[in-house]
C-alpha cells in the first residue's frame, strides 16, 4: 500500500503510518477497557487472564508484585509506561500478518518516538530520584569520571537511536526476509496447498512480534534502573 504524504504544518507525514498507529492504539485501548470492565474474581475471562498474565511478566522483571505497585506510585507509572510500550509494539507488529496492512514500527519515525519517549521518562524518573545530584551520576564517583563524561554523554544520547534502529531494523528485515522466502518458496506450495508455508509464516511472525516487543521493553526498564540506582550511571 503507498504511502501518502500528510503535509502538516509544513512537514510530510505518511498517512498509512499514521492511520495504521491509530488503529493499534484502538485495539490496545479497546482491549484494555474491555478487560477492566468484564474484571471478575470468581470466573475471569480469557481476556482478563491475558492482562494478569501481562501484568504478573512485567511486575516480575520490575522486581516487584502486581500488589506492590498499589503500593508504589513511582513503580505504578514505570509499569503503566512498559506494559503501553510492550502492547503498543507487539500490535503493531502483528499487523504484518493481516494484509493489507504492515507493521507501524518498520517506519523509523515511528520507533524513533517510542526511544525518546523512553528517554525522556528515564532521565525524568533519574532526576526525580536523585534530584540535584542527577549530574553527579554521570561522573562514575570518581576523578576519571570528568575524562570520560564526553563519552558518556555520547554514550546517552545514542541510546534513543540504538534503541530505534534495533527495533526498525528487526522488524524491516524481517519483513523482508519474509517476502524472500515467500518468494523463494512459492513453488514449494503446492504440495501442501500453501498451508504448511501459511502456517509456517504465522508462527514465524507471532514470534518476532513478541520478541522484539519484549526486547524494547527491557531495554527501556533497564535504562531505568541505571538512571534510578543508588550508584547512577
Known sequence: MACSSWHVLGLGLCGRTLIQTWVVMVVVASLALVAARGARSGRPTWLQNLFEL?????????GTTPQGLLADRRQRLLFDLLA??????????????????????????????????VFVFVHASGIARHKGGYGRTFLHGGAAGYVLLPLTIIEELSKPLTLSFRLFGNIFAGELMIMVLGHILGGLRFVFGGFVFQVAWLAFSIFVAAMQAFIFTILALAYHHQATADGGH
Open 84 to 117: 503501553a510500550l510492550f502492547l503498543f509494539i507487539l500490535v503493531s507488529n502483528l499487523l504484518d500478518v493481516i494484509p493489507p496492512y504492515s507493521a507501524p514500527t518498520n517506519t523509523l519515525n515511528t520507533t524513533l518516538a517510542l526511544a525518546i519517549i
Open 54 to 62: 501481562l501484568i504478573g511478566f512485567i511486575a516480575g522483571f520490575m
